[in-house]
C-alpha cells in the first residue's frame, strides 16, 4: 500500500511556495536571457537576493499577491491530487 500525500493547509502551502518560486525563478532567468542574450551564472549571492525578494512578494497582502497565492494553492491541490490518484492507481 502506497501512502498518499497529505492535503493539509501547511503541506499545500509549502508545495504552492515551491510551484511559485520555481515560475518566478525560470522567467526571470529567460527574461534575463531574451532581453539581455546572456545566462546568468548560478550564484548563491544572487539565490539569496532572488529568495529575499521572492519572500516579500510571498507575504505581501496587495490584491496582486493575494490573488497570486490564491492561484499557486489551486495549482498545488491540483498537483497533490494528481500524484495521489496516480499512487492510487498504482497500489492496484
Known amino acids: 500500500m502506497n501512502t498518499l500525500l497529505p492535503v493539509?493547509?501547511?503541506f499545500v502551502e509549502l508545495v504552492a511556495k515551491a510551484i511559485a518560486r520555481d515560475r518566478?525563478?525560470?522567467e526571470a532567468q529567460d527574461l534575463i536571457k531574451y532581453t539581455m542574450g546572456i545566462a546568468l551564472p548560478d550564484s548563491p549571492a544572487l539565490e539569496r537576493?532572488?529568495?529575499?525578494e521572492?519572500?516579500?512578494l510571498w507575504v505581501g497582502h496587495e490584491d496582486e499577491c493575494v490573488w497570486n497565492r490564491e492561484q499557486y494553492t489551486i495549482d498545488a491541490i491540483t498537483a497533490?491530487?494528481?500524484i495521489n490518484l496516480l499512487l492510487l492507481t498504482m497500489s492496484m
Open 49 to 52: 537576493r532572488f529568495d529575499t
Open 54 to 56: 521572492f519572500e516579500q
Open 8 to 10: 493539509n493547509e501547511q
Open 80 to 82: 497533490i491530487n494528481k
Open 24 to 26: 518566478l525563478h525560470r
